[in-house]
RNA sequence: CUCCCGUUCGUCUAGCCCGGUCUAGGACACCUGGUUUUCAUCCAGGCAACAGGGGUUCGAAUCCCCUACGGGAGGCCA
C-alpha cells in the first residue's frame, strides 16, 4: 500500500450531486490507482440539516456507484472519529495551538486568525465597509491540475464563531493534518480559498498537502454550474430511473478527465489503471444527457437477458406495465425483443407496454396512414383464419403460411405488416413483426385482431 | 469592486508542456444514404472548431503580451 491518503469530505444535504459525485470518484479513483487509502469524513456540523436520513442518502449514492472506503462511516479506522460533529477536542487542541503562537485574536465574541504583514485600513467595496487589510506575502500553491498558482489574503478570518462552533476553513485544514491527508482532490471553487488553508498549514508548522483542482461541472443549459435543481444534478435520480451504475460512472469520470486516446467505454478497472493527474482538464465541463444516454444504451445491450429483466422488471411493476404475475419466460422473451432498441430503463414501459396490456393506445397518425392505402380490417380479416388455424405459431411458420397467402392473392406480404402491427401493437413500429407475434402467442394476437376488426 | 482560474466542432474531448507529421483526430448530437415490413438498433458517409488582436519565429492550435468572453472566490455557509 502506498502513502496516498486522500478524503471525500461531504456535508449530508439530503441529496447527492452530480459534482460531489465526481469529486469523491476522483479521490477513489486516486486512490485505487496508487493504492492509497479513501478516506470518507462526514462534515456535519450544520446540526439542522444533517439527519440520519440525510446521511444514508450519500452513502447509498457512494456505494450504488460503486465506491467503497477504507476508513469513515461504518468502517472506522485508526484517524477517527469520522464525524466532524465528533472531533470538538482535536479542533481545541489545534486551536491551542495557534493561540500559543500567538496567530489568533478574539473580536466580537469570535477568535480570528491573524495574518502576517503590514496592516492598513481600506474601504472594502464587496463588505461595503471600512476594514482592517493586511499586506500579507503571497501564497504559492504547487496544484497538480493547475501548475502553479499565486495568490495573497488580505483579509483576517474567523476560526470559531461567536457561538463556540469552528468554520469550514479551520476544521478542514486540521482534520486534514490529524488523517494525514496527503492529497486534496476537489472542486476548482476552492482554489480561491486554498491560500487561506496554506496560511493555516504554515501557522501549524506543517507541509500542505498536495492540491488537485478539478474543473467543474456546469448546467446542460444556461450559466453556471451545476445545482441541485437542475435536471441531472442528483445521483439518487439516476438510480431510480434505471440508469446503470457502471455507465454514469463511466460518463461521470470522463467529465474533466479522459485517457488521452480515443477509449470512452471502460470497465472500472481499466479507469483505475489509468486515471492520473495529467489526464484532468482545466476547463470547465457541460453536462449533457443524450451522451450519458448513449453510454448508458451500450452498457444495456451488453447485458444478459437474465440481468436485463431482473433490473426491467420493478421499473415495469412501477410503470404499471407488469405485475408479479407476469410470467418470467414471458417477460424475458418480451424484453429479448426490445433490449436492442433502449436506451434507458425507464422508457422501456414505453417501448414494450402493450406486449403486456390490453388497453395499449391507438397511434392515431399511423392508423390514419394505413387507412389511406389500405383497409386494413379487410386485409386482417384475410389472414385471420390463418392465424387462427396454424399449427405452429411461431415466426418461422407464419412467415411461410402469410406468405402462401399473399401468393395466392397476388399480393407482396409485406402489404399485411403494417395493418397486423398496428393491431396489436397501435404502433407504427417496433421489433421484427413476426417474432413480436409468435412472443405475444396466438390466443392474445388473435383477440387483438378480432377486437380491432370490430 | 477586488482577486483567482479557464477558453479547440452545438457538447465531451485528442493535439499544447517538448513549435513543423494538423488541409486539427475521435465520440455524442444532427443530416444523408444503406439494411429492415416498420422503428428507437446496426452499417457507411457528411456537416462542424483552434475566442479576437498583436508579437517572437523560416514556420504557432502549440511560446509571450493585451482584449473579450466564461467560470469561481472574497461569509461568524460548506
Not at 393491431?423 to 412472443?439: E, I, K, R
Request: glycine share 8%.
Amino acid at each position: 500500500m502506498s502513502n496516498v491518503r486522500v478524503r471525500f469530505a461531504p456535508s449530508p444535504t439530503g441529496f447527492f450531486h452530480i459534482g460531489s459525485a465526481r469529486t469523491a470518484l476522483f479521490n477513489w479513483l486516486y486512490a485505487r490507482h496508487t493504492g492509497g487509502t479513501f478516506v470518507l469524513r462526514i462534515e456535519d456540523t450544520d446540526k439542522e440539516r444533517n439527519t440520519d436520513e440525510a446521511l444514508k442518502v450519500l452513502l447509498d449514492g457512494m456505494k450504488w456507484m460503486g465506491m467503497d472506503w477504507d476508513e469513515g462511516p461504518d468502517v472506522g479506522g485508526p484517524y477517527g472519529p469520522y464525524f466532524q460533529s465528533q472531533r470538538q477536542p482535536i479542533y481545541d487542541e489545534y486551536l491551542k495551538k495557534l493561540e500559543d503562537a500567538g496567530r489568533t485574536y478574539e473580536k466580537d465574541g469570535a477568535i480570528w486568525f491573524k495574518l502576517e504583514g503590514e496592516r492598513y485600513t481600506a474601504y472594502d467595496d464587496y463588505l461595503k465597509a471600512e476594514i482592517e487589510k493586511v499586506k500579507a506575502e503571497p501564497v504559492i500553491i504547487d496544484d497538480a491540475v493547475r501548475g502553479r498558482v499565486e495568490r495573497a489574503e488580505e483579509k483576517d478570518f474567523v476560526l470559531v464563531r461567536k457561538d463556540g462552533s469552528p468554520v469550514f476553513h479551520f476544521v478542514n485544514v486540521v482534520d486534514d493534518i490529524a488523517m494525514g491527508i496527503t492529497h486534496v482532490i476537489r472542486g476548482e471553487d476552492h482554489l480561491s480559498n486554498t491560500s487561506k488553508h496554506v496560511e493555516l498549514f504554515k501557522a501549524f508548522g506543517v507541509e500542505p498537502p498536495k492540491f488537485a483542482h478539478i474543473p467543474l461541472i456546469l448546467k446542460e443549459e444556461g450559466s453556471g454550474k451545476m445545482s441541485k435543481r437542475d435536471k441531472g444534478a442528483l445521483i439518487e435520480e439516476y438510480e431510480s430511473r434505471g440508469f446503470l451504475a457502471a455507465a454514469v460512472r463511466n460518463y461521470i469520470s470522463l467529465l474533466g478527465w479522459n485517457p488521452k486516446d480515443e477509449r470512452e467505454k471502460m470497465d472500472i478497472g481499466e479507469i483505475i489503471e489509468l486515471f492520473d493527474f495529467p489526464g484532468i482538464n482545466k476547463g470547465n465541463s457541460r453536462f449533457d444527457e443524450k451522451k450519458l444516454s448513449a453510454l448508458n444504451a451500450e452498457y444495456l445491450r451488453e447485458l444478459n437477458i437474465e440481468s436485463f429483466s431482473f433490473l426491467a422488471r420493478p421499473l415495469l411493476n412501477e410503470a404499471g406495465v407488469v405485475n408479479e404475475e407476469v410470467d418470467e419466460d414471458y417477460l424475458q422473451a418480451v424484453l429479448t425483443l426490445c433490449q436492442p432498441k433502449a436506451r434507458s430503463l425507464d422508457t422501456l414501459s414505453e417501448l414494450c407496454g402493450y406486449f403486456f396490456l390490453e388497453d395499449y393506445s391507438m397511434d392515431e397518425k399511423t392508423g390514419g396512414k394505413i387507412a389511406k392505402k389500405t383497409d386494413p380490417k379487410e386485409l386482417l380479416s384475410e389472414v385471420l383464419p390463418i392465424l387462427q388455424s396454424i399449427e405452429k405459431f411461431d415466426a418461422e411458420s407464419l412467415k411461410t403460411a402469410l406468405e402462401t397467402h399473399a401468393e395466392d392473392n397476388n399480393q407482396k406480404v409485406f402489404a399485411y405488416f403494417p395493418a397486423l402491427r398496428y393491431a396489436t401493437s397501435g404502433q407504427g413500429g417496433g421489433p421484427d413483426l413476426l417474432p413480436m407475434l409468435a412472443v405475444m402467442g396466438r390466443e392474445r394476437v388473435i383477440n387483438r385482431i378480432q377486437r380491432f376488426i370490430g
